[in-house]
């Protein structure tokens, strides 16, 4: 069975750093498109950013371009996400999910073309 295990979350100044990870387990996740999404109290669920199974292309939304940066270890089964200059409006919780055979583009922002879902890890960006 499919699973996936967010961490890294934590609270950060704005203009700081934190690298999320996703930890893949029970599957053969290199296969696997992998997003990042993040939904803050009151609002839809938004993609941030997917990476296709080689790790070859990425898409990032608008809003984290420049400041995010996806990778993935299909070594580890591991897909991270580097957050930088950090700002209030980027506090949500933070969920990976994994998707089979979608082609990486804007089509990885819309959380119906991914199948599992890990837990998520708080975000919190607060002077």
């Known amino acids: 069975q499919l699973q996936l295990v967010e961490s890294g979350g934590g609270l950060v100044q704005p203009g700081g750093s934190l690298r999320l990870s996703c930890a893949a387990s029970?599957?053969?996740?290199?296969?696997?498109?992998i997003g990042w999404f993040r939904q803050a109290p009151g609002k839809e669920r938004e993609g941030v950013s997917c990476?296709?199974?080689?790790?070859?292309?990425?898409n990032y939304a608008d809003s984290v371009k420049g400041r995010f940066t996806i990778s993935r270890d299909n070594a580890k089964n591991t897909v991270y996400l580097q957050m930088n200059s950090l700002t209030p409006s980027d506090t949500a919780v933070y969920y990976c999910?994994?998707?089979?055979?979608?082609?990486?583009?804007?089509?990885?922002?819309?959380?119906?073309?991914?199948?599992?879902w890990g837990q998520g890890t708080q975000v919190t960006v607060s002077s």
């Open positions: 999910a994994a998707s089979y055979g979608l082609r990486v583009g804007p089509a990885c922002e819309k959380a119906t073309a991914f199948d599992s």
């Open positions: 029970g599957f053969t996740g290199h296969y696997y498109v």
């Open positions: 990476i296709s199974s080689s790790g070859g292309s990425t």
